[in-house]
């Protein structure tokens, strides 16, 4: 049978390092995740970087649809215009005036002539029927110097009554006044070898403006005188014959 252990001996001496190295250990398992350390400073701000290529320009848009009618109400009618308008005809009761000339200069020998003093109306003077027109009245400057019915007025400033056409012959200036006529006519009347008278721009003789014969104007006519009708292009004049003639006129319409 086994005696009892005795007491353990004292330690001894370390021995002497051995000379093989051991084999690395396996890896460890990893610790825990540290705690999140504090932000660091902003660094420098960097350079601009270059400027980009223009992108290409986008397909056009589809149209919108049309937006709903406004519900706006009409306006007030404006008042009725003043109009303006120039008139086609002479009312009845209005006047219009104007100026005429007419120059005769014939010498001895020559044809016999007349000549012309031509009044437009601007606007013309209505179609009258037959009977029912505007009469036309010549007065010379002596006549001219009387107003009287239905001619009044000067020749500086006509005036005719309603249905009338006037036509005054002024005497003021040298060299156109009616003493200084040679062998002329001078007044109105039926004998046209002797006396003034009116024509339509067609030539037919006139004492009324009435349907369209004077309508738009008429002439007033002077010869010399005495004239030769029947012989006007082969009548040659005895003594010369001379006028210059000026004055204005009036017409109010029926």
């Known amino acids: 049978m086994t005696g009892a252990t005795g007491p353990t001996g004292e330690k001894g001496a370390t021995g002497a390092t051995g000379a093989g190295t051991g084999s690395t250990g396996a890896t460890g398992p990893t610790g825990p995740t540290g705690a999140k350390g504090e932000t ?29 009618t406004g519900a706006g109400t009409t306006g007030p009618t404006g008042p009725t215009g003043s109009g303006g308008g120039a008139e086609k005809e002479l009312a009845s009761g209005k006047e219009e005036t104007g100026a005429w000339s007419a120059e005769l200069n014939g010498e001895t020998n020559d044809l016999e002539m007349e000549a012309h003093a031509t009044i437009s109306f601007k606007p013309k003077l209505q179609e009258y029927p037959a009977g029912e027109g505007v009469k036309v009245k010549y007065k010379n400057a002596t006549e001219s110097e009387k107003p009287e019915a239905p001619c009044f007025g000067s020749p500086d400033e006509p005036i005719a009554e309603k249905a009338w056409l006037c036509v005054l012959r002024g005497g003021a200036g040298n060299g156109s006044k009616e003493n200084e006529d ?26 009324e403006i009435e349907n369209v014969k004077g ?27 001379k006028m210059v003639a000026h004055g204005s006129w009036a017409v109010t319409a029926r």
Do not use: M
Not at 45 to 60: I, L, M, N, P
């Open 40 to 68: 660091g400073a902003a660094g420098a701000k960097g350079e601009t970087g270059a400027k980009g290529v223009t992108g290409e320009a986008g397909a056009k848009g589809a149209t919108g649809g049309t937006g709903p």
């Open 182 to 207: 040679l062998n002329v006519t001078k007044t109105q009347g039926a004998n046209k070898t002797l006396n003034v008278f009116f024509e339509s721009p067609f030539g037919e003789t006139i004492t």
């Open 215 to 241: 309508q738009t104007g008429v002439d007033v006519v002077f010869r010399s005188s005495p004239y030769v009708e029947a012989a006007a292009t082969t009548s040659k004049l005895t003594t010369p014959a």
